[in-house]
């Protein structure tokens, strides 16, 4: 990754506790629990699911861009994808 990447300066999360992607800390392995898209774009569920962001599935973030922590790199099984905060904002995680 490019070194104008930043890690956010946030606690571990206690596992069980379900939050956003886009709140967790970086490098710490968290499992989806669920998508809730918000109503102005629903179809963010349906291709979320697509590229593997189902319940169950493993997945951390790698790193943030600069400014403003937008896009996120994030690992979900053997994938690295970009997110959006926006899109980040709607994968709940729990942490493992």
Avoid: H, K
Avoid at 13 to 25: K, N
Avoid at 68 to 81: C, H, M, N, Y
Wanted: hydrophobic residues 40%.
């Amino acid at each position: 990754m490019s070194s104008s990447l930043t890690t956010p300066s946030s606690p571990s999360a206690p596992a069980g506790r379900t939050q956003a992607l886009v709140d967790v800390r970086d490098g710490q392995p968290f499992r989806v629990v669920g998508i809730e898209a918000p109503p102005q774009a629903t179809q963010w569920a349906e291709r979320l699911a697509e590229i593997g962001f189902i319940a169950g599935e493993r997945v951390q973030v790698l790193s943030r861009g600069l400014p403003g922590g937008d896009p996120l790199a994030v690992r979900i099984g053997s994938s690295t994808f970009a997110l959006r905060r926006a899109e980040a904002a709607c994968v709940q995680v729990e942490a493992l």
